[in-house]
């Protein structure tokens, strides 16, 4: 459904199967007269409405090699999205685009910030069962959407990763 508003705002849905899955786990609106056509996304004309810094959230990852690599990323984008969107150098991360067919986003989370993540789906779980390295607080990357209580957080790539589509390790001795 696209629909263009007073304010000038342009939705348009987009029928991407990984975009639709990242989409639904991060809570992402839908259009279409009850039709999943694909997410919705929000373009304007104007660069009054561009992101502020009060919309973004910094993220900092710790990479296998120990390197801290920095970046930000929209409220509402998945872990996933910001390393893609930031060119991040992490070695076969994300390797199925949050189709949830791997584990090769596994991410390693602080404390603080896991006990407030939203719920883990079965689907994650099972994922989960096959990433490498796995601890009591690790989540996938594509199933994690930013928050404004996120901003600053640190969070740690596991050593290797084991993507089950093609068992191949992939590790920072390789």
Same mark, same amino acid.
């Given at each position: 459904?696209?629909?263009?508003?007073?304010?000038?705002?342009?939705?348009?849905?987009?029928? =991407?199967?990984?975009?639709?899955?990242?989409?639904?786990?991060?809570?992402? =609106?839908?259009?279409? =007269?009850?039709?999943?056509?694909?997410?919705?996304?929000?373009?304007?004309?104007?660069?009054?409405?561009?992101?502020? %810094?009060?919309?973004?959230?910094?993220?900092?990852?710790?990479?296998?090699?120990?390197?801290?690599?920095?970046?930000?990323?929209?409220?509402?984008?998945?872990?996933?999205?910001?390393?893609?969107?930031?060119? $991040?150098?992490?070695?076969?991360?994300?390797? *199925?685009?949050?189709? $949830?067919? *791997? =584990?090769? *986003?596994?991410?390693?989370?602080?404390?603080?910030?896991?006990?407030? $993540?939203?719920?883990?789906?079965?689907?994650?779980?099972?994922?989960?069962?096959?990433?490498?390295?796995?601890?009591?607080?690790?989540? $996938?990357?594509?199933?994690?959407?930013?928050?404004? %209580?996120?901003?600053?957080?640190?969070?740690?790539?596991?050593?290797?990763?084991?993507?089950?589509?093609?068992?191949?390790?992939? %590790?920072?001795? %390789?």
């Amino acid at each position: 459904m696209a629909v263009l508003g007073a304010s000038g705002l342009l939705l348009r849905a987009v029928a =991407s199967s990984c975009c639709r899955l990242r989409a639904l786990s991060c809570g992402k =609106s839908w259009g279409g =007269s009850g039709t999943r056509l694909g997410p919705v996304r929000l373009f304007h004309a104007s660069a009054s409405t561009r992101l502020s %810094s009060e919309d973004k959230v910094t993220v900092h990852f710790i990479n296998r090699d120990g390197d801290k690599l920095t970046a930000q990323g929209k409220i509402g984008d998945s872990l996933l999205d910001v390393v893609v969107d930031n060119n $991040l150098d992490i070695d076969g991360f994300g390797a *199925c685009e949050g189709t $949830l067919a *791997c =584990s090769t *986003c596994h991410l390693i989370f602080e404390d603080h910030v896991f006990r407030k $993540l939203d719920a883990i789906t079965d689907e994650e779980m099972d994922m989960l069962d096959l990433a490498y390295g796995l601890t009591e607080r690790s989540r $996938l990357g594509c199933q994690i959407c930013l928050k404004k %209580s996120m901003n600053d957080m640190t969070v740690r790539v596991p050593e290797a990763v084991a993507d089950a589509r093609q068992s191949l390790d992939i %590790s920072k001795k %390789s």
